[in-house]
């Protein structure tokens, strides 16, 4: 027994592996992996390479070899996520998939959250007399789609807070310059985020001082994703020479304002946005301010599960009181800017009360430090 648990955690390790190779691509579907193994040989591997295309499960099966295809009778297939059994996607149920097939035994790492699946693509297996194994490197797989978890379990999206800061905790001069206080790796790391997310958002003075692009460059393979430029605020006040109102991909830039600040616009400038077919998400508003937990309900809404937050100062001051973001990555220059913009605007008038994060990493990231917080606790 002790050979076959180190061999199930073998086998399923390499099944994350390939899971991983989907990252940025399957969204709002989980990244899985699978991998079919029969009398120690690895017979196929598979993982599900984009949202719409097969799943890992299939995937592995046609990776098997036409001559040993008669194999996968009493094979053991190992999924980092259970088999689906549900009829509301654009792909079959891979659980009526290893029916088809014969498999003896389905090794999985975790249940599936979606209220569809949820331990039914266990039972339809476990009732056609399969023997199926649940847990291995089980918290591995959840944390690998811990983006699809919380898509399952919250009208929220999974939100990712990014920040770069001086030594002194400055985000930018007074004058809003922000360019550069990281070095070319610091930023590179920043577009191989950009990848794992639906959308990037900033807020509107953050478009204004930088005129960001919001994609995936320096060079990375962005395997042909554009992911959702979002921006915060008023659009009477949003510069519209700005890249995300101008390129080709402007059905991808999405703005979040009020019902209010939208009527009160100029013509001209709601005929702007219009004509550019630019998406108006329209959030509630409190004491002139756009209420952020509603923006980001209405954002997971429309279909954007997850967000990687990059700017500016206001907006990530209002995550962080609002307890919104799930992690955050701060890169801290070693730079002194003395006079500038910070992003907590809170007055504490003790120690006690500042926001104290346990869970977090520090490594060096060429000039800077970076530290990865988890804000689960």
């Not at 050979?3 to 399957?26: C, F, H, P, V």
């Not at 194999?71 to 259970?82: D, P, R």
């Not at 898509?151 to 999206?157: A, D, R, V």
Request: proline content about 4%; aromatic content about 6%.
């Amino acid at each position: 027994m002790e050979n076959q648990a180190s061999r199930d955690i073998a086998y399923m390790q390499m099944a994350l592996n390939l899971a991983k190779l989907g990252e940025g691509t399957t969204s709002p579907n989980p990244m899985v992996g699978a991998v079919i193994v029969k009398d120690g040989i690895v017979l196929g591997k598979g993982w599900h390479k984009k949202a719409g295309l097969p799943h890992a499960e299939p995937e592995a099966i046609s990776d098997v070899a036409e001559e040993q295809k008669s194999e996968l009778k009493g094979a053991t297939i190992y999924v980092t996520l259970e088999p689906c059994c549900h009829t509301n996607k654009r792909t079959p149920p891979c659980a009526h998939e290893l029916l088809k097939h014969g498999f003896a035994r389905v090794v999985v790492a975790c249940l599936d959250p979606n209220p569809q699946v949820a331990g039914n693509g266990i039972k339809i297996l476990e009732a056609a007399g399969i023997e199926c194994k649940v847990g291995v490197l089980e918290e591995e797989s959840k944390e690998l789609n811990r983006i699809f978890f919380k898509s399952m379990q919250s009208n929220l999206p999974f939100v990712h807070l990014k920040l770069a800061q001086t030594l002194d905790g400055k985000l930018s001069t007074m004058t809003g310059d922000s360019k550069w206080i990281t070095d070319e790796s610091a930023r590179k790391m920043v577009h191989a985020f950009r990848k794992r997310y639906d959308g990037v958002m900033v807020g509107r003075k953050t478009l204004n001082n930088d005129d960001p692009s919001l994609n995936i460059r320096f060079g990375l393979d962005d395997s042909g994703k554009i992911p959702y430029r979002i921006v915060m605020g008023s659009i009477s006040k949003m510069d519209p020479l700005s890249k995300v109102f101008n390129d080709q991909h402007t059905k991808k830039t999405i703005i979040v304002t009020t019902g209010a600040d939208y009527q009160s616009a100029p013509d001209d400038v709601v005929k702007f946005f219009t004509e550019k077919q630019i998406r108006i998400v329209f959030a509630k508003c409190e004491n002139n301010e756009i209420v952020i937990e509603d923006a980001m309900a209405q954002l997971k809404a429309i279909g954007v599960q997850s967000i990687l937050v990059e700017g500016g100062g206001m907006l990530a001051s209002t995550i962080l009181k609002k307890q919104l973001a799930d992690k955050m990555t701060i890169f801290v220059a070693p730079k002194i800017l003395g006079n500038g913009i910070g992003y907590y605007d809170e007055q504490l008038d003790s120690m006690a009360d500042a926001l104290n994060f346990k869970n977090v990493e520090v490594k060096n990231i060429g000039s800077q430090a970076m530290f990865e917080i988890d804000t689960r606790s």
